[in-house]
C-alpha cells in the first residue's frame, strides 16, 4: 500500500515540475465489466497523453475499447463496468480519485463530451435552449435569461441557422448535422479545456460530416482547446489531428504524430489497418486482409493480444505482453519485434 | 467495349424513365390526409453494362435503395419501363415468368443479422433456393451444391449445420452472398453489402466480391455511401441526389475529374488516409433538401455554390458531355481534386 501511494506522488511531482503542457496523462488504465459471461477485459494497460491545444485521435476498430477509455477518463463508467487501476491526471489532478462532488465540477466544464448519436443524447421533452441553458445554470451562477441568451450566441457559434427562433424548438425538429452542432455548442457552453468527440460523425453523411469537422477544427483554433476524437476512420483521423494512438483489443499498440504514422507504421496491426482500407486517390486491385477475427475480450489471447492474427508472431508474443516502448522521440510502438519487420524499411 | 458502338446484347439492365413515389400521409383524429409524395426515384434512365460493376453511391434518403429493390421488382415502380436482357421485368405477371427473373438477378443485404433467418440452419437457407428453383433434386445433390457454395465464399463443411447467431458479421455476410449466387444469377444488387461491416472484415468480403464476379463474369449494382469502397469495386460510378442521377462516368474520370458540383464536393468531403495530401476542401452549405418538397430546376441549386438564376427555372438534362460521361447540370465545373 505504501509503495502505491509513494509512486502517486512521484507521479504527481513530475507532472507539474516537467510537463507543464500536458493537460491529460492516462496511466496504465484498466478498466473491466463484470458481466454474466465472465469479466470482459475491455481496456488493459493503456497509457497515452494529451497536450495543451492538441488533437489527438484514438482509431480502432469496434470493440477494442476507445469509448471505454474514454469515459474511464471521466470516471464514467457504470455498473457492472469498474476501473480496476491506473491514472488519468487532469491539470495534474487524478481524476479517478476525485469526489463526486468534485468530478462533477469538471464534467461539462473543463471536460465535456459530445457522441455519436446526437438524438439519444438530447432530451426530447426540453427545448435544445433548456438544454444548454441547462449546463450553463448548473455551473456558472448566472440569472435564467443570461443563460438562454448565451446558448443562442453558442448556437450562433456553430452554424445553426435562426439561432434566435431555433432555441425554442425540440431535438426532433431538427436535422442529424443540426442536432449534432446543438450537442457541439451545448459542450463548449462553459468553454472546455478539453472536447472529447466520440464518433462525432459517424451517423451522418460525408458532406455533414466535412461541415462538423470544420466546426470542431475551428472552435479548437478559436478556444485553444484539446480534443479527443474517437473514431475508426483513418481518413478522418489524417485530416484532423496531430497526434493518434491505434488500439487493438482493450490495448494501445502504437502512438505517434500523424504525420509519421501514415509515412512509417510500425506495429503490424496498424500495417494491416492501413492496408485494409479501399482509398479514393488510389486504385487498389486487392485490399489486404488480415486473418482471423478481433479478440474475444473475456478470454484474451495472452500476450500481445494481436499476436493471434499477426503473421511475424513468435513463441515470446504469446508470453509476454509487449510494452509502448519509445521508438522516436514522437512514436512509440507495443510490438517485440517492430525493428526486424521494419529493418528493410529503416 | 467500345461505348458509342453498343449493341442491345451488351447491355444486361435499361431502365427508361423510370419513377416511384411513396405517399405520404398525416394522420388526423378522423381520417388520413395525403400531404404529397416523396419522389424517391426521379425519372432515372441509365443502361448497365453486362459484366461491369455499377457504382450509385448517394446520401441517405437519395432513394439508392429504392432504385435497386425497384429493378428486381421487388417493389411496383409508378411509371416507366425496365428492360432486363431484352424482357420488360414490370410485366412478367405469372409465377414462370417471375421465378425467370429471380433466377437472374439477385440481391445481397446491408444488414447481415437481419437478411438470415435465425432459425434455420445454414444449410436450410441456402438449401431453401433449391427447393424453389431447382425442384426435384436430391437431398443428397442440394447438400453438396451447399457445401460448394460455402467452400466458396471462404466457409467451411461444418458450417452448413450452424444457426446465424453462431457467425460474426462478416461470415454472414459470406453466407448472405453464398445464397444470391445459389441460382446462378447474372445480376447481382448488393445494397451496403459492407457499410455494417470493421475496415479489415470490409477488406475480406470486398475481395471476395470481386473474385467471384471475375469468377462467373457476374454484373453488380453496387450501392454503398461510402464512395471509397465504391471506387474500389467499380467500373462506373453514378451519383444520386434527391432521387436522380446527376452523374455517371467511369471510376476514374469520377474521382479525378468530377463534373457536377455535387460530386465535386462529395469527392472533397471524404477524408483521405493521407496527411500530406494537399487538397481543396469543397464545404457543402446547407442539409439536403427534403425529398417531399424537391426544388424547382436544378434540385441541387440550394445547396450548390456555383448556383446561377437558370439554375432554378430548367432542369438541367442528363446528357452526355465527354465520352462515356454523363452530367446533369447547365455548368459544368472543371475540377482537379487530386
Same mark, same amino acid.
Given at each position: 500500500m505504501t509503495t502505491v501511494e509513494k509512486?502517486?506522488?512521484?507521479?504527481?511531482?513530475?507532472?507539474?515540475?516537467?510537463?507543464?503542457?500536458?493537460?491529460?496523462?492516462?496511466?496504465?488504465?484498466?478498466?473491466?465489466?463484470?458481466?454474466?459471461?465472465?469479466?470482459?477485459?475491455?481496456?488493459?494497460?493503456?497509457?497515452?497523453?494529451?497536450?495543451?491545444?492538441?488533437?489527438f485521435g484514438l482509431v480502432g476498430e469496434s470493440g477494442c475499447g476507445k469509448t471505454v477509455t474514454a469515459l474511464s477518463c471521466l470516471n464514467l463508467v457504470r455498473f457492472p463496468g469498474m476501473i480496476e487501476g491506473g491514472q488519468v491526471f487532469f491539470k495534474g489532478k487524478d481524476v479517478l480519485?476525485?469526489?463526486?462532488?468534485?468530478?462533477?465540477?469538471?464534467?461539462?466544464?473543463?471536460?465535456?463530451?459530445?457522441?455519436?448519436?446526437?438524438?439519444?443524447?438530447?432530451?426530447?421533452?426540453?427545448?435544445?435552449?433548456?438544454?444548454?441553458?441547462e449546463v450553463i445554470s448548473l455551473h456558472e451562477d448566472v440569472k435564467k435569461d443570461v443563460a438562454k441568451e448565451r446558448a443562442i450566441k453558442l448556437m450562433e457559434e456553430v452554424g445553426i441557422p435562426l439561432a434566435q427562433e431555433r432555441v425554442d424548438d425540440y431535438p426532433h425538429q431538427f436535422s442529424g448535422g443540426m442536432r449534432q452542432r446543438v450537442m457541439i455548442s451545448r459542450a463548449l457552453s462553459c468553454n472546455p479545456t478539453l472536447l472529447i468527440a466520440d464518433e462525432p460523425t459517424t451517423a451522418l453523411d460525408v458532406t455533414i460530416q466535412a461541415q462538423i469537422l470544420e466546426i470542431i477544427r475551428g472552435l479548437q483554433?478559436?478556444?485553444?482547446?484539446?480534443?479527443?476524437?474517437?473514431?475508426?476512420?483513418?481518413?478522418?483521423?489524417?485530416?484532423?489531428?496531430?497526434?493518434?494512438?491505434?488500439?487493438?483489443?482493450?490495448?494501445?499498440?502504437?502512438?505517434?504524430?500523424?504525420?509519421?504514422?501514415?509515412?512509417?507504421?510500425?506495429?503490424?496491426?496498424?500495417?494491416?489497418?492501413?492496408?485494409?482500407?479501399?482509398?479514393?486517390?488510389?486504385?487498389?486491385?486487392?485490399?489486404?486482409?488480415?486473418?482471423?477475427?478481433?479478440?474475444?475480450?473475456?478470454?484474451?489471447?495472452?500476450?500481445?493480444?494481436?499476436?493471434?492474427?499477426?503473421?511475424?508472431?513468435?513463441?515470446?508474443?504469446?508470453?509476454?505482453?509487449?510494452?509502448?516502448?519509445?521508438?522516436?522521440?514522437?512514436?512509440e510502438v507495443a510490438c517485440h519485434h517492430h525493428e526486424e519487420i521494419n529493418a528493410s524499411k529503416d | 467495349m467500345t461505348?458509342?458502338?453498343?449493341?442491345?446484347?451488351?447491355?444486361?439492365?435499361?431502365?427508361?424513365?423510370?419513377?416511384?413515389?411513396?405517399?405520404?400521409?398525416?394522420?388526423?383524429?378522423?381520417?388520413?390526409?395525403?400531404v404529397g409524395y416523396i419522389r424517391a426515384v426521379d425519372d432515372i434512365t441509365i443502361k448497365i453494362r453486362k459484366g461491369e460493376v455499377f457504382g450509385l453511391v448517394g446520401e441517405s434518403g437519395c432513394g439508392k435503395t429504392t432504385f435497386g429493390r425497384v429493378v428486381l421488382n421487388l417493389l411496383p415502380p409508378t411509371s416507366g419501363d425496365a428492360i432486363f436482357d431484352g424482357q420488360r421485368i414490370f410485366d412478367m405477371k405469372d409465377r414462370k415468368e417471375a421465378l425467370w427473373f429471380r433466377k437472374q438477378a439477385q440481391l445481397i443485404?446491408?444488414?447481415?443479422?437481419?437478411?438470415? @433467418? $435465425? !432459425?434455420?440452419?445454414?444449410? &436450410?437457407?441456402?438449401?431453401?433456393?433449391?427447393? #424453389?428453383?431447382?425442384?426435384?433434386?436430391?437431398?443428397?445433390?442440394r447438400r453438396e451444391r451447399v457445401v460448394k457454395l460455402l467452400n466458396l465464399?471462404?466457409?467451411?463443411?461444418?458450417?452448413?449445420?450452424?444457426?446465424?447467431?453462431?457467425?460474426?458479421?462478416?461470415?454472414?455476410?459470406?453466407?448472405?452472398?453464398?445464397?444470391?449466387?445459389?441460382?446462378?444469377?447474372?445480376?447481382?444488387?448488393?445494397?451496403?453489402?459492407?457499410?455494417?461491416?470493421?475496415?479489415?472484415?470490409?477488406?475480406?468480403?470486398?475481395?471476395?466480391?470481386?473474385?467471384?464476379?471475375?469468377r462467373f463474369n457476374l454484373t453488380y449494382i453496387f450501392i454503398a455511401h461510402d464512395l471509397s469502397?465504391?471506387?474500389?469495386?467499380?467500373?462506373?460510378?453514378?451519383?444520386?441526389?434527391?432521387?436522380?442521377?446527376?452523374?455517371?462516368?467511369?471510376?476514374?474520370?469520377?474521382?479525378? @475529374? $468530377? !463534373?457536377?458540383?455535387?460530386? &465535386?464536393?462529395?469527392?472533397?468531403?471524404?477524408? #483521405?488516409?493521407?496527411?500530406?495530401?494537399?487538397?481543396?476542401q469543397i464545404i457543402l452549405p446547407g442539409?439536403?433538401?427534403?425529398?417531399?418538397?424537391?426544388?424547382?430546376?436544378?434540385?441541387?441549386?440550394?445547396?450548390?455554390?456555383?448556383?446561377?438564376?437558370k439554375c432554378s427555372e430548367v432542369e438541367p438534362p442528363f446528357e452526355e458531355i465527354s465520352p462515356d460521361h454523363f452530367v446533369a447540370c447547365h455548368y459544368p465545373v472543371e475540377s482537379k481534386l487530386f
Open positions: 509512486s502517486i506522488s512521484e507521479d504527481d511531482i513530475k507532472i507539474s515540475s516537467e510537463d507543464d503542457d500536458i493537460l491529460v496523462d492516462v496511466r496504465d488504465l484498466t478498466t473491466y465489466f463484470y458481466t454474466e459471461f465472465g469479466i470482459v477485459k475491455a481496456v488493459e494497460g493503456v497509457s497515452f497523453h494529451i497536450k495543451k491545444g492538441e488533437f480519485k476525485l469526489k463526486d462532488k468534485d468530478i462533477r465540477k469538471i464534467r461539462g466544464a473543463e471536460i465535456s463530451m459530445i457522441f455519436q448519436d446526437p438524438l439519444s443524447s438530447l432530451n426530447p421533452v426540453f427545448t435544445v435552449g433548456e438544454q444548454i441553458a483554433k478559436k478556444f485553444g482547446m484539446s480534443v479527443l476524437l474517437i473514431t475508426h476512420n483513418l481518413g478522418i483521423i489524417a485530416e484532423n489531428c496531430q497526434r493518434v494512438g491505434v488500439m487493438y483489443g482493450g490495448h494501445i499498440v502504437e502512438t505517434a504524430a500523424v504525420k509519421t504514422i501514415y509515412k512509417d507504421p510500425r506495429h503490424p496491426y496498424t500495417q494491416a489497418l492501413m492496408a485494409a482500407i479501399p482509398r479514393l486517390d488510389l486504385s487498389i486491385d486487392k485490399l489486404q486482409t488480415l486473418p482471423g477475427s478481433v479478440p474475444d475480450l473475456i478470454d484474451p489471447p495472452t500476450g500481445c493480444r494481436f499476436h493471434p492474427r499477426c503473421s511475424y508472431a513468435t513463441s515470446k508474443c504469446a508470453e509476454v505482453v509487449p510494452p509502448l516502448k519509445i521508438w522516436t522521440s514522437d512514436h | 461505348i458509342s458502338n453498343q449493341t442491345s446484347s451488351d447491355i444486361i439492365l435499361e431502365t427508361k424513365n423510370l419513377k416511384k413515389s411513396f405517399p405520404v400521409y398525416v394522420k388526423g383524429v378522423v381520417r388520413k390526409t395525403l443485404f446491408q444488414d447481415p443479422y437481419l437478411s438470415l @433467418n $435465425p !432459425r434455420l440452419s445454414v444449410s &436450410e437457407i441456402i438449401g431453401e433456393v433449391f427447393i #424453389i428453383h431447382s425442384r426435384g433434386m436430391s437431398k443428397q445433390e465464399c471462404g466457409l467451411e463443411d461444418y458450417h452448413a449445420l450452424r444457426y446465424p447467431h453462431e457467425f460474426s458479421g462478416g461470415q454472414r455476410q459470406r453466407i448472405g452472398i453464398a445464397r444470391a449466387l445459389a441460382v446462378e444469377p447474372q445480376l447481382i444488387v448488393a445494397d451496403e453489402p459492407v457499410s455494417a461491416l470493421d475496415v479489415a472484415v470490409q477488406a475480406q468480403i470486398l475481395n471476395l466480391l470481386k473474385d467471384i464476379r471475375k469502397v465504391v471506387r474500389h469495386i467499380s467500373d462506373r460510378i453514378a451519383v444520386m441526389y434527391l432521387g436522380k442521377i446527376v452523374e455517371l462516368a467511369p471510376g476514374e474520370d469520377f474521382v479525378r @475529374n $468530377p !463534373r457536377h458540383p455535387y460530386t &465535386e464536393a462529395l469527392i472533397s468531403a471524404i477524408p #483521405i488516409p493521407d496527411p500530406t495530401l494537399e487538397r481543396k442539409d439536403v433538401a427534403s425529398p417531399l418538397n424537391i426544388p424547382s430546376g436544378c434540385r441541387f441549386r440550394t445547396r450548390c455554390i456555383y448556383a446561377k438564376q
